[in-house]
């Protein structure tokens, strides 16, 4: 039987993504790092369970990016369309539904990780770093997961391989920019790939604001990041983190359990998710890796 990935967990699976990516600098930590090239323009058909485009813009070596998506839905018979627009800077992650016109924003997670990494001694830095490098492969072998270095070239660019809970995700060579991703859990099915990239000058309408939309500060969003980031470097800075923390995700793990004879698609008491609804520990934790790379 498959586990169930609580919240804690998945939001370390994040962290540990975070980490692994190699600095270019001696200066860089993990949210500040550079991207190899200063602008792109990345374009992205979407298939599956959604069919669609995106594009995501890139400037100051990935320090502000955009996604625009538009797509529609079909299940049942029902159509319904989806336009959304992402914008991360280095300070706040804007979410916009153009559909509903409606939009909200948070601190940018990438901007809560440094400032509580900020607050540690050297010590404390060097097992965060120790620990995340030690963690990092059990916890992906723990849930079936693994990571290959150069598996496949995708329009040019080297690309890292990573596949964990019925996700594959392809990863420009030690960047966090995707080029394909390919998932088929629970029923769902879907396919983002690049189709072409543009390194030319990216337009500053790009990340302008929509007009007549007031985003909205979504304080309980940025409190519950808070939480798990602060959870998760207080355990991973003490020598032996990276034990504590494999067992208290096993812990978790456990807890999210469901008992013989129940179906392991939610955990016991939450809602079970429709065929075109992640759960909603995916939700959050796609939403952190979103606002910490503009994805």
Known sequence: MKKIISTTCFFLLVFLTIIAVPAGGSA???????????????HYT?????????????QDYGQRRALVHEGTTSIMGFSSRNRRLEIT?????????LEKQTGSKT????????????????????????????LGNSMLRNFSGETVKNAATILGYNCDRTTVMGTTVYLIHNTDIMLRREMNMMGMQGKTEATSIDKGKVPPAAFALPAGIAPVRDEA?????????????????????????RSRTRQNSMMEMPPRGEPATAPRGRRR???????????????????LFGR
Request: hydrophobic share 30%.
């Open 221 to 245: 969003a940025e409190a519950m990041t808070k939480q798990m980031v602060q959870n998760i470097i207080n355990t991973l800075k003490e020598p032996d983190g990276a034990e504590k923390m």
């Open 46 to 58: 979407v298939s599956g369970m959604e069919n669609g485009t995106e594009t995501l813009f890139i």
């Open 89 to 97: 800077d280095p300070n706040w992650h804007y979410t916009f539904d």
């Open 273 to 291: 998710e429709g065929p075109g609804q992640m759960p909603d520990n995916l939700q959050q934790g796609m939403k952190m890796i979103q606002g």
């Open 28 to 42: 860089d930590t993990p949210w500040n790092r550079k991207l190899p090239f200063k602008e792109l323009t990345i």
């Open 107 to 134: 601190v940018n997670p990438g901007k809560i990780y440094q400032e509580e990494f900020n607050k540690l001694s050297a010590a404390e830095k060097k097992n965060v770093l120790k620990n995340s490098k030690e």
